[in-house]
């Protein structure tokens, strides 16, 4: 790590897990675009791209050493530009807490010249702690000695009393690695895996290490810190064998801690029958239900879908053009190291499913050479269910569409996944034009989509600015204070008197489905974890429950959040149940995700009380047409604990 103001200490070492990749040769030098942003949006976060001559080194930070390919993947670059050097460094724009950081790495990371540093990192602020403090080190470096160890992992205390810890070790031939950490009120696990691992996977280690010092409030950091990850020369010096130098990090996921991180099961036993692709002219048109599936055609990018692997198992994948398929952009999925069962391998997103619906299926796609794949709806939490597998699908280098497939559920379940399993082989899959109806009316799952539903949030927390983000590391996004709300106050209603709904936006608005389809995010200095709970009183068994150590100054300050797309015209009604551990305010909103973070609306002023109520009806009659929105729940500035339930939105 480096600290701001150009020093460094003797010892550095790694704060976040890494997986990164590539210097030159590896993959390829790659042209980066022909303009230089001063900020950069990469999975789901906002980064600033640091510019000039400045710490850790000091070192000449170039906006052109910084950029993401079409595959989706960021390139750090340190070079020599007309006998200069140039390094390259990346922040996100928000502070992320305890949780679970993962990096995924391309490059020969074990062969970097001893002047060379990778770090991957958590970093102080001024308002948190001075240099030195509050930092989590994933580093792969030797700091200018030959003989040293070429990763380091380094935890720094939370404050100036505490104690450095760091832990060295060797890596040797490795060029595919994945490094992660998770890190708690009380310690720091650390953990590094050859090949692309997925953050829901545990395969054995190359390496762990387990910190849990005493006076974990002295020695751990405690507070939201902004995430770096940089590639610099140490004390400035040049390498000594004079090669430029390109990593390329194919992922980086977090979190949150007490989110859920599923393992998954083998499938079920699987039907012996093959399939006949049908044709690509006779592609089935979505039934009078509506597709289940948020981004069918991935024309919103690698939205909705996550990619896994387990066995040991290797792959990554992206959006391309002109592979053939439907329309212009399909899903390619490239595997290096395809395990041994099909299960190895999946691409995935959420598909809930309803007791007594026939689900009809179909697809296409097509492989770099002839292969077999299967897909099934399975469960994704213990006992990991699987509640239908397809035959084989026999894949061809043509574009082929395949089904329709029907499953007949028995059962109703809301933490169910559609995945494809393509393991057991390192051919390239390309899958499009992904359709799944139910045969009923109007589905409330939205076409539009801003994040991936999975167990694993990789949407990301973005606050929202008053001004458009800068180059300069060291702000964070203010989010705009709600637009002007109304003075009247609210009128809870008993919760007998809960609203008849006719199709419901909100994804697991009872969190029968756990964590998923919500997400929490904590800004301007705010501490909050968030669970699903039982017998909190409200409605049904489960409820979410927010934790507050620390609400922050305003209610935005701690927020809990789903995607909500609106449309022009439509009329939006909302109501939901809660209490809270103490009386308190609250409010919620529905505002942009992005820059200009746009608050279309906000609520009035809530008064929640130690009983269950139901609040609303409100309502919100949209003048704009944004498929980025959220509905979001601003609980800050208070530290009284919030129940929330029966989320309900409906439009007309």
Known sequence: MFFKNGFRSSLVLVSTLGLLASLVGFAGWISPPALAATTINWKGYTWDVKSGTLGPGPNNFDTNNVFVDGNGFLHLRLNNVGGTWHAAEVTTSVRLGFGTYQWQIEGPISTLDPNVVLGLFNYTEPDIGPDGTNEIDIEYSKFGNPAANPVA??????????????????????????????WSSTGVAYKG???????????????????????????????????????WLFHGTPPGNGQDVEIIIHDFTFVPLGAPTPTPAPPTATPTRTNTPVAPTATPTAGSGGNLILNPEFDNGTANWTLGNWGGAASTWSVVTGAGLSGTNAARVTITNGGTADWHVQLRQALPITAGKTYTISFMGKASVARTMKFAIQQLNDPWTTYWTSPVVNLTTSAQTFGPFTFNSANTDATTLLEFYLGASTATVYLDKIIVTDGSGPTATPTNTSAPPTATP??????????????????????????????????????????????????????????????LGNWGGAASTWSVVTGAGLSGTNAARVLITNGGTADWHVQLRQSLPITAGKTYTITFMGKASAARTMKIAIQQLNDPWTTYWTSPVINLTTSAQTFGPYTFNSANTDATTLLEFYVGASTATVYLDKVIVTAQ
């Not at 280690?205 to 010092?213: E, I, K, R």
């Not at 606050?463 to 106050?489: C, G």
């Open 153 to 182: 992992w380094t935890v720094y205390p939370a404050t100036t009393s505490g104690t450095i810890q760091s832990f060295t070790w060797n890596i040797t031939g490795n060029t595919v690695t994945t490094n992660r950490f998770t």
């Open 193 to 231: 895996f050859d090949g692309l691992v997925d953050v829901a996977s545990d395969p054995p280690a190359l390496q762990t290490w387990n910190y849990t010092p005493a006076n974990p409030s002295i020695n751990i950091p405690q507070n939201p810190i902004p995430v770096h990850m940089n590639l």
């Open 458 to 519: 990789t949407r990301t927390n973005t606050p929202v600015a008053t001004a458009t983000p800068t180059a300069t590391p060291t702000r964070t996004n203010t989010p705009i204070p709600p637009t002007a709300t109304p003075t009247r106050t609210n009128t809870p209603i008993p919760p007998t008197a809960t609203p008849t709904v006719v199709s419901n936006l909100i994804l697991n608005p009872e969190f029968d489905g756990g964590t998923a389809n919500w997400t």
